[in-house]
C-alpha cells in the first residue's frame, strides 16, 4: 500500500514552532470530525442495506438467510450493479484498484460519489473487501480540494496528510495507527525539526477522528480471546513459526494476483468484469458459508468467540475460500480495502494452526497469524503490529509478535505485493 504523501514541511530554524503548530489545529479538527462522519455515514448506510437484502428481504420472500442460492444471487447481483456504477458514473468510480495502495494522489471531487457508491454497494453485497481505501481516497479528494480552494497559499500535501491521518484514525478507532503510517511515509524524507512537529497536525487530525468515532459508534478490535499472562520460550517459538506459514499462505494471493487481473481485465467492459467477479464470489460464499462474506471484521469475532468448537477443516476451508474471496475482489474491479478481509483470513489461519496443535495459546495463534498473512498482502510493519496486538488485547503479545515480525518480514519482503502498477506487473 502506498503513502506516497507527506505533512507539510516543519518550520525553519529561525521560526518559532508555536506560530507554526498552533494555526493548524482548527483545521486538522475540522478534517477529523468530518473524516469520520464520513466514514461513519458509509458505514451506516452500508448496514441497513445489507440488513434490508440479506434478512428482510429473503425473510419477505421465504427463503433462507444466507442459503446458497441467495448467497449466488447477490454477490452476482453486486457485481452487476457496481459494474454499472463504475461503467456510467464520472471517473468510473476511480482507478483499477489493482494498482491503487492506500493513500496516493488526490481524485478529482466528481469521482468521490461514484467511489463512495460503488464501496457502499460492496460492503453491503457481501463482497470481501473493507471501506479503508474507498473512504481515504475520498477524504483526501474532498480535503484536498476544499483546503486548495479555502488556502491556496497552504500546500496541497498539508491537506493530503490531515485527510488520510484522518480517516485511519476513524477505522481503528485511535490516532496509534495513523501515527505509525506516517512515520513510515517520513522516514527519510527532507526536511527540519522534530519528527513530532511533523507529525502535530495529522496527529490531531487523527485524535479528532478516532474520537468521533469512539463517541459516536465504539468500535474495537476486542475479538474475546482468552488473554496471555505470562508468555514463555515455547509461546515465542509459536508466535515465530505461526507468522512465517501465514506470511507464506499470504503469499500465494500475491503471487496470483497478477494472473487473476490479467483474466479479469480481458473482458475489458465492468459490465463483464464485475458480474463475472460477482459470480465467483457467490460461489465461493456458498461453499465457505456466511462467515467468508462482507469485510470480515464481525465475522472475526463470531469465528473467535467459539475457540475450539471449529474442526481443522472447517477452519482451513474458511481461510482459502476467503483468501481467494478476496483475491477475485482486488482482480476484477471492486472498489474496497484488504486490510478487514486479510485480517480475517490470519484469525482463520490461527485457529487452524490452534486446532491442529491445541497447547499454542488462541492469543497467539490468531494474533501471530493476523500479523503474518498482514505483512504479505499489506507490506505495512507497524499497521500488521498493531492490529496483531489489538486483536489479542494482552499487552504480553506486542513483544513475542515484534519478534515474529522477523522471520515473516524476511520472508515476504522482495515478493510480489498485493498491488500492481499501471502496467498490470506486480509490485515488489
Same mark, same amino acid.
Given at each position: 500500500?502506498?503513502?506516497?504523501?507527506?505533512?507539510?514541511?516543519?518550520?525553519?530554524?529561525?521560526?518559532?514552532?508555536?506560530?507554526?503548530?498552533?494555526?493548524?489545529?482548527?483545521?486538522?479538527?475540522?478534517?477529523?470530525?468530518?473524516?469520520?462522519?464520513?466514514?461513519?455515514?458509509?458505514?451506516?448506510?452500508?448496514?441497513?442495506?445489507?440488513?434490508?437484502?440479506?434478512?428482510?428481504?429473503?425473510?419477505?420472500?421465504?427463503?433462507?438467510?444466507?442459503?446458497?442460492?441467495?448467497?449466488?444471487?447477490?454477490?452476482?447481483?453486486?457485481?452487476?450493479?457496481?459494474?454499472?456504477?463504475?461503467?456510467?458514473?464520472?471517473?468510473?468510480?476511480?482507478?483499477?484498484?489493482?494498482?491503487?495502495?492506500?493513500?496516493?494522489?488526490?481524485?478529482?471531487?466528481?469521482?468521490?460519489?461514484?467511489?463512495?457508491?460503488?464501496?457502499?454497494?460492496?460492503?453491503?453485497?457481501?463482497?470481501?473487501?473493507?471501506?479503508?481505501?474507498?473512504?481515504?481516497?475520498?477524504?483526501?479528494?474532498?480535503?484536498?480540494?476544499?483546503?486548495?480552494?479555502?488556502?491556496?497559499?497552504?500546500?496541497?500535501?498539508?491537506?493530503?496528510?490531515?485527510?488520510?491521518?484522518?480517516?485511519?484514525?476513524?477505522?481503528?478507532?485511535?490516532?496509534?495507527?495513523?501515527?505509525?503510517?506516517?512515520?513510515?511515509?517520513?522516514?527519510?524524507?527532507?526536511?527540519?525539526?522534530?519528527?513530532?512537529?511533523?507529525?502535530?497536525?495529522?496527529?490531531?487530525?487523527?485524535?479528532?477522528?478516532?474520537?468521533?468515532?469512539?463517541?459516536?459508534?465504539?468500535?474495537?478490535?476486542?475479538?474475546?480471546?482468552?488473554?496471555?499472562?505470562?508468555?514463555?520460550?515455547?509461546?515465542?517459538?509459536?508466535?515465530? =513459526?505461526?507468522?512465517?506459514?501465514?506470511?507464506?499462505?499470504?503469499?500465494?494471493?500475491?503471487?496470483?494476483?497478477?494472473?487473476?487481473?490479467? =483474466?479479469?481485465?480481458?473482458?475489458?467492459?465492468?459490465?463483464?468484469?464485475?458480474?463475472?467477479?460477482?459470480?465467483?464470489?457467490?460461489?465461493?460464499?456458498?461453499?465457505?458459508?456466511?462467515?467468508?462474506?462482507?469485510?470480515?471484521?464481525?465475522?472475526?469475532?463470531?469465528?473467535?468467540?467459539?475457540?475450539?468448537?471449529?474442526?481443522?477443516?472447517?477452519?482451513?476451508?474458511?481461510?482459502?475460500?476467503?483468501?481467494?474471496?478476496?483475491?477475485?475482489?482486488?482482480?476484477?474491479?471492486?472498489?474496497?480495502?484488504?486490510?478487514?478481509?486479510? =485480517?480475517?483470513?490470519?484469525?482463520?489461519?490461527?485457529?487452524?494452526?490452534?486446532?491442529?496443535?491445541?497447547?499454542?495459546?488462541?492469543? =497467539?495463534?490468531?494474533?501471530?497469524?493476523?500479523?503474518?498473512?498482514?505483512?504479505?498482502?499489506?507490506?505495512?510493519?507497524?499497521?500488521?503490529?498493531?492490529?496483531?496486538?489489538?486483536?489479542?488485547?494482552?499487552?504480553?503479545?506486542?513483544?513475542?509478535?515484534?519478534?515474529?515480525?522477523?522471520?515473516?518480514?524476511?520472508?515476504?519482503?522482495?515478493?510480489?505485493?498485493?498491488?500492481?502498477?499501471?502496467?498490470?506487473?506486480?509490485?515488489?
Amino acid at each position: 500500500m502506498a503513502t506516497d504523501h507527506a505533512p507539510p514541511p516543519p518550520p525553519a530554524a529561525d521560526e518559532n514552532p508555536l506560530r507554526i503548530l498552533l494555526p493548524q489545529v482548527l483545521p486538522a479538527l475540522v478534517v477529523g470530525v468530518v473524516a469520520s462522519l464520513l466514514f461513519l455515514g458509509i458505514e451506516a448506510l452500508a448496514e441497513e442495506l445489507e440488513g434490508v437484502l440479506w434478512h428482510d428481504l429473503p425473510d419477505a420472500l421465504g427463503i433462507g438467510d444466507y442459503s446458497s442460492l441467495w448467497i449466488i444471487s447477490m454477490l452476482t447481483a453486486a457485481g452487476i450493479a457496481v459494474g454499472l456504477v463504475i461503467w456510467k458514473f464520472p471517473g468510473h468510480a476511480g482507478p483499477d484498484p489493482a494498482s491503487e495502495g492506500l493513500g496516493g494522489a488526490p481524485l478529482a471531487p466528481g469521482i468521490v460519489p461514484g467511489l463512495l457508491l460503488a464501496s457502499t454497494l460492496s460492503l453491503a453485497l457481501g463482497v470481501s473487501l473493507g471501506p479503508e481505501n474507498p473512504i481515504i481516497a475520498s477524504n483526501v479528494a474532498l480535503a484536498y480540494w476544499l483546503g486548495r480552494k479555502a488556502a491556496p497559499a497552504v500546500p496541497g500535501a498539508f491537506w493530503i496528510s490531515l485527510a488520510s491521518a484522518a480517516t485511519i484514525g476513524a477505522l481503528f478507532g485511535t490516532p496509534v495507527a495513523a501515527a505509525l503510517v506516517l512515520s513510515e511515509a517520513l522516514t527519510g524524507m527532507p526536511g527540519r525539526g522534530s519528527l513530532w512537529d511533523r507529525l502535530f497536525a495529522p496527529l490531531v487530525a487523527a485524535g479528532a477522528g478516532a474520537m468521533t468515532t469512539q463517541l459516536l459508534a465504539e468500535p474495537s478490535f476486542d475479538v474475546g480471546l482468552p488473554p496471555l499472562t505470562d508468555p514463555g520460550w515455547g509461546d515465542l517459538l509459536a508466535a515465530m =513459526v505461526i507468522a512465517s506459514a501465514a506470511a507464506l499462505f499470504g503469499l500465494g494471493a500475491c503471487y496470483l494476483f497478477p494472473y487473476a487481473h490479467t =483474466v479479469f481485465r480481458r473482458l475489458r467492459h465492468p459490465m463483464l468484469m464485475l458480474p463475472l467477479g460477482g459470480l465467483v464470489l457467490g460461489l465461493l460464499g456458498a461453499i465457505g458459508g456466511q462467515l467468508t462474506l462482507f469485510k470480515g471484521l464481525e465475522q472475526v469475532k463470531e469465528l473467535t468467540s467459539s475457540v475450539g468448537s471449529w474442526s481443522s477443516g472447517e477452519l482451513a476451508k474458511m481461510a482459502v475460500i476467503k483468501l481467494l474471496a478476496l483475491l477475485v475482489a482486488a482482480s476484477c474491479g471492486f472498489r474496497g480495502g484488504r486490510i478487514f478481509p486479510a =485480517v480475517f483470513i490470519g484469525a482463520a489461519f490461527g485457529l487452524l494452526a490452534q486446532a491442529l496443535v491445541p497447547e499454542v495459546h488462541p492469543a =497467539v495463534a490468531v494474533s501471530s497469524a493476523v500479523l503474518g498473512v498482514l505483512l504479505a498482502t499489506t507490506r505495512q510493519g507497524w499497521i500488521s503490529l498493531f492490529v496483531g496486538a489489538a486483536l489479542a488485547a494482552s499487552p504480553s503479545v506486542l513483544a513475542l509478535l515484534c519478534l515474529a515480525s522477523l522471520p515473516a518480514w524476511l520472508i515476504v519482503t522482495g515478493r510480489p505485493q498485493l498491488q500492481l502498477d499501471h502496467q498490470g506487473h506486480a509490485l515488489h
